[in-house]
């Protein structure tokens, strides 16, 4: 079983819609739960963090951490075909002495369709 | 202000030729991190270098060395390029400690 997995999609959805991009995890010690977002052929972009359980809110995205199920989820309010995208998931332990590892899950591709 | 520099954007090697990859960062960043990228499989870490000076081994580093040259700069190199190295690589800075990277634009990477 991989430490963070995720639906790859392809996931198309018309503009407006309310998105919602799914991780599961499998290592219950992961405290910080982020979301980069990848255009094509650019580098990955955090977009938003949370740390442990909960949820965190900025403009049209809402981040979601579910820790009982190992569980978390972006949604996306009011899609936009600029949210065309793929979004990775990514997971820490917290902030160690030196360095913190990362594990990121393989990403979602979205189209928003006009 | 550029953040994450990579160069070059695009190479295509040969099996068993060699090259270097260039990474700078202009944030003071102390950590940097080296990660390559494949369908399916995520972003996976080759080697990253906590702070100046020290470097250490990720999740996949066999084929590939690096140097912390200074603060600002990491590169990978490749010594026998094979074709399981054809890949996205990606250059990756933070802050010493912290679970918030900022990546490069990726070298996109053949080996025939």
């Known amino acids: 079983q991989k430490e963070v997995e995720q639906d790859p999609g392809p996931l198309s959805v018309p503009e407006g819609a309310i998105v919602s991009l799914n991780c599961t995890y499998s290592?219950?010690?992961?405290?910080?739960f982020m979301w980069y977002r990848q255009y094509s052929r650019k580098g990955p972009e955090l977009l938003m963090y949370t740390y442990s359980s909960g949820n965190k809110e900025d403009g049209r995205f809402t981040a979601q951490v579910d820790k009982s199920s190992k569980y978390i989820s972006l949604f996306i309010r009011d899609s936009q075909p600029s949210d065309s995208a793929t979004y990775l998931c990514?997971?820490?332990?917290?902030?160690?002495?030196?360095?913190?590892?990362?594990?990121f899950g393989p990403g979602t591709s979205l189209s928003v369709i006009p | 202000n550029a953040g994450v520099t990579q160069t070059p954007k695009f190479q295509v090697l040969k099996t068993g030729q060699s090259m270097t990859l260039q990474c700078a960062q202009d944030m003071n960043h102390n950590s940097m991190y080296w990660y390559r990228q494949d369908p399916g499989m995520g972003l996976r870490l080759i080697y990253y270098s906590a702070s100046e000076g020290t470097t250490d081994k990720g999740e996949v580093p066999n084929g590939y060395n690096v140097s912390r040259l200074n603060k600002r700069e990491f590169s990978l190199r490749l010594e026998s390029a094979a074709p399981s190295q054809t890949s996205v690589y990606f250059c990756?800075?933070?802050?010493?400690?912290?679970?918030?990277?900022?990546f490069g634009p990726g070298t996109r990477l053949t080996v025939t």
């Open positions: 990756a800075s933070s802050v010493l400690g912290s679970y918030e990277q900022y």
């Open positions: 990514a997971m820490s332990e917290g902030m160690k002495t030196s360095y913190d590892k990362v594990i």
């Open positions: 290592n219950s010690a992961f405290q910080y």
